[in-house]
């Protein structure tokens, strides 16, 4: 297994984004929650957007993680490697590639509205999928889904039914299926949505 860990544009995570498109989240776990129905990528885009924020992106964001077949680069260069990726998939940090493809595709209507130095952390692993896979699956399947049920309880407390609706749409059937607090939260949530 190779690593290469760096830092990429958001201009460069939206065009690789806008070209390849959610062929690149095949992958990943959890599906695309919205720009507006979860409060973290609320928060992603609006820290793009705040001149004074969005050169501390890198900061702010917990990075993406991407498995791959193979990369290579320069390590001649000085700076700014260009990173040839083949068969990349976005194993962690698909909510916000696709939260910044949704904000940077709104850039016509606020042209100044991203700054130039708003990078995010990128993780490279030159690893086959399915031995990712297979090393931490449990690991990662036990972690997201302590994850949802945090979110889903604190949705609970806050009467907050629209969320964990919104969310268990966009997770697999399974994670929803084999936790049963989940299961109860969710269909309590759509019988009182219905009330």
Same mark, same amino acid.
Request: glycine share 4%; proline share 2%; charged share 25%.
């Given at each position: 297994?190779?690593?290469?860990?760096?830092?990429?544009?958001v201009?460069e995570?939206?065009?690789?984004?806008? @070209?390849?498109?959610? %062929?690149?989240l095949?992958?990943?776990?959890?599906?695309?929650?919205g720009l507006?129905?979860?409060?973290v990528?609320?928060?992603?885009?609006?820290?793009? &957007?705040?001149? #004074?924020?969005?050169?501390k992106f890198?900061?702010?964001?917990?990075?993406?993680?991407?498995?791959?077949?193979?990369?290579?680069y320069?390590?001649?260069? %000085?700076?700014?490697?260009?990173v #040839?990726?083949?068969?990349m998939?976005?194993?962690?940090?698909? #909510?916000? &590639?696709?939260?910044?493809? %949704?904000?940077?595709?709104?850039?016509?209507?606020f042209?100044?509205?991203?700054? *130039?130095?708003?990078?995010?952390?990128?993780?490279? @692993?030159?690893?086959?999928?399915? *031995?990712?896979?297979?090393?931490? @699956?449990?690991?990662?399947?036990?972690?997201?889904?302590e994850? =949802?049920?945090?979110?889903?309880g %604190?949705?609970? #407390?806050?009467?907050? @039914?629209?969320i964990?609706?919104a =969310?268990?749409?966009?997770?697999?059937?399974? =994670?929803? *299926?084999?936790?049963?607090?989940?299961?109860?939260?969710?269909?309590?949530?759509?019988?009182r949505?219905?009330d």
């Open positions: 297994m190779r690593v290469l860990v760096g830092r990429v544009s201009q995570i939206h065009r690789i984004f806008n @070209y390849h498109g959610d %062929k690149l095949e992958r990943n776990i959890r599906r695309y929650l507006h129905t979860s409060r990528n609320t928060a992603i885009h609006e820290t793009l &957007c705040d001149p #004074q924020k969005s050169d890198y900061f702010y964001n917990n990075g993406i993680t991407v498995v791959c077949e193979k990369f290579d320069n390590a001649f260069q %000085k700076f700014d490697y260009k #040839q990726i083949k068969n998939q976005v194993i962690n940090g698909g #909510q916000t &590639c696709k939260t910044i493809q %949704k904000t940077l595709n709104k850039r016509s209507l042209p100044n509205m991203i700054g *130039e130095s708003a990078y995010v952390m990128i993780r490279i @692993y030159q690893i086959s999928y399915e *031995e990712a896979v297979d090393k931490e @699956y449990e690991k990662h399947y036990d972690f997201q889904s994850a =949802v049920r945090a979110g889903f %604190k949705s609970w #407390q806050e009467r907050d @039914y629209n964990i609706v =969310v268990a749409d966009n997770i697999p059937n399974n =994670v929803l *299926e084999e936790d049963p607090k989940l299961l109860m939260w969710y269909d309590q949530a759509v019988t949505m219905g």
